[in-house]
């Protein structure tokens, strides 16, 4: 991508939002009817889990969404670092990640915890590939000091600036 030309507005993020809710969807079912053994453990636990991980997800959706205002600033071809974007380079991504592992948590079923590892690797391969190749070539040393700081998906509450 040459540097003068603006990034996608939505990324890959309809391709891995709607991959791990299809994902999930297919999990919860297999779940439901018993194709999938169940061993539940720690149920309230997993249940406090699960609604604190959709908080979360929602939280960073929001942040990101409507806070930041991403989609403008993508329009005008600016690298935000600041805000949630301080704490996490994919705060997005990190939302639906969050989202989907509190589901699974809900349904509290062991055999279904692989499935957040898969989405955590499913979204470094897809970000790698794309969107971060995107961003170093559009804002090149500005975007490699940022991404040498701040975590992919995983937020870090202690390196919030405004």
């Given at each position: 991508?040459?540097?003068?030309?603006?990034?996608?507005?939505?990324?890959?993020?309809?391709?891995?939002?709607?991959?791990?809710?299809?994902?999930?969807?297919?999990?919860?079912?297999?779940?439901?009817?018993?194709?999938?053994?169940?061993?539940?453990?720690?149920?309230?636990?997993?249940?406090?889990l699960?609604?604190?991980?959709?908080?979360?997800?929602?939280?960073?959706w929001?942040?990101?969404?409507?806070?930041?205002?991403?989609?403008?600033?993508?329009k005008?071809?600016?690298?935000?670092?600041?805000?949630?974007?301080?704490?996490?380079?994919?705060?997005?991504?990190?939302?639906?990640?969050?989202?989907?592992?509190?589901?699974?948590?809900?349904?509290?079923?062991?055999?279904?915890?692989?499935?957040?590892?898969?989405?955590?690797?499913?979204?470094?391969?897809?970000?790698?590939?794309?969107?971060?190749?995107?961003?170093?070539?559009?804002?090149?040393?500005?975007?490699?000091?940022?991404?040498?700081?701040?975590?992919?998906?995983?937020?870090?509450?202690?390196?919030?600036?405004?």
């Amino acid at each position: 991508m040459k540097k003068s030309k603006t990034l996608p507005i939505y990324g890959v993020g309809p391709i891995y939002v709607i991959s791990c809710l299809i994902l999930t969807i297919i999990a919860l079912i297999l779940n439901c009817y018993k194709i999938i053994p169940v061993l539940k453990f720690l149920d309230l636990f997993m249940i406090i889990l699960g609604i604190l991980f959709i908080i979360i997800g929602a939280i960073l959706w929001l942040s990101a969404v409507l806070l930041t205002q991403i989609d403008r600033k993508i329009k005008e071809g600016k690298l935000i670092t600041t805000g949630i974007y301080s704490i996490v380079r994919n705060p997005i991504y990190s939302a639906f990640l969050f989202i989907f592992i509190g589901i699974i948590f809900l349904v509290n079923n062991i055999y279904l915890l692989v499935l957040p590892i898969t989405f955590w690797i499913y979204l470094t391969i897809l970000l790698k590939l794309t969107e971060e190749k995107w961003l170093e070539d559009k804002f090149t040393d500005e975007y490699n000091r940022y991404s040498k700081n701040v975590n992919r998906v995983i937020p870090n509450i202690f390196k919030y600036k405004k």
